[in-house]
């Protein structure tokens, strides 16, 4: 119930090309979805988020889209680059029925992004 | 802002002996978490502050671990004794209080062996 399940575990993408990686969660009353991105030797980074009001969400060459009905989103990476080349988690929180606090986002296993030149 | 700040960078110890993980958060920050990061298990939290008081502990794998927050500006993880499993990248973040964004420090390599 609390899982947030997320795929590719890997994907190698040629520069320019789309990324494309999914997640499935099953807890209806998760109401904020971010993406965070993680470089090597570093802590995740928030990348973009969305909330289920909305079904798709864009910031530059990101993009959320958001099925609330199939209980799945997933991020897409347009032209991408060598240096976009790293983890990306998606995770799932109902921070605003949990006293507004992040304590229950859960995270994704991950996905290791590669962009070849 | 210097962000989150985590010392040590790398924590190498022997089994049985004690680690203390430490942690900054950022200024006027009011919740702050521990994350534990392997390839098996991916991102867990352990604990997270609210205020400086402990709100949910749960993830806290045994009673070997215990974290503390005397004030808003520091916070330590300790493990005693520790144990080859407990080798893993642990994270702090801190975020304001109803705050949507998590900011992550670095991590501490800790090492078992």
């Known amino acids: 119930q609390q899982q947030v399940k997320q795929s590719p575990q890997s994907l190698i993408v040629q520069k320019g090309g789309i990324s494309i990686i999914n997640c499935a969660y099953e807890n209806t009353a998760f109401d904020y979805f971010p993406w965070y991105q993680q470089f090597p030797g570093k802590g995740p980074a928030l990348l973009i988020a969305?909330?289920?009001?909305?079904s798709e969400k864009k910031e530059g060459r990101f993009t959320i889209s958001f099925n609330k009905s199939a209980k799945q989103f997933s991020l897409h990476i347009m032209d991408s680059q060598p240096g976009d080349s790293a983890t990306y988690f998606c995770?799932?929180?109902?921070?605003?029925?949990?006293?507004?606090?992040?304590?229950?986002?859960?995270f994704g296993k991950g996905t290791k992004l590669s962009v070849k030149p | 802002d210097a962000g989150v700040i985590q010392s040590p960078r790398h924590e190498v110890t022997e089994m049985g002996q004690e680690v203390t993980l430490r942690c900054k958060p950022i200024s006027g920050h009011n919740s702050l978490f521990w994350y534990r990061q392997t390839m098996m298990r991916g991102l867990e939290l352990l604990i997270y502050f609210n205020n400086n008081v402990p709100i949910d502990d749960s993830g806290m794998p045994e009673d070997r671990f215990s974290a503390k927050m005397p004030n808003a500006s520091f916070s330590t993880l300790k493990i005693q004794p520790s144990e080859p499993r407990d080798s893993a990248v642990y994270f702090c973040?801190?975020?304001?209080?109803?705050?949507?964004?998590?900011?992550f420090g670095s991590g501490t390599q800790l090492s078992v062996l």
């Open positions: 969305i909330r289920p009001d909305v």
């Open positions: 973040a801190s975020s304001f209080l109803g705050g949507e964004k998590l900011f």
């Open positions: 995770a799932a929180s109902d921070a605003m029925n949990y006293g507004g606090s992040q304590g229950n986002l859960i």
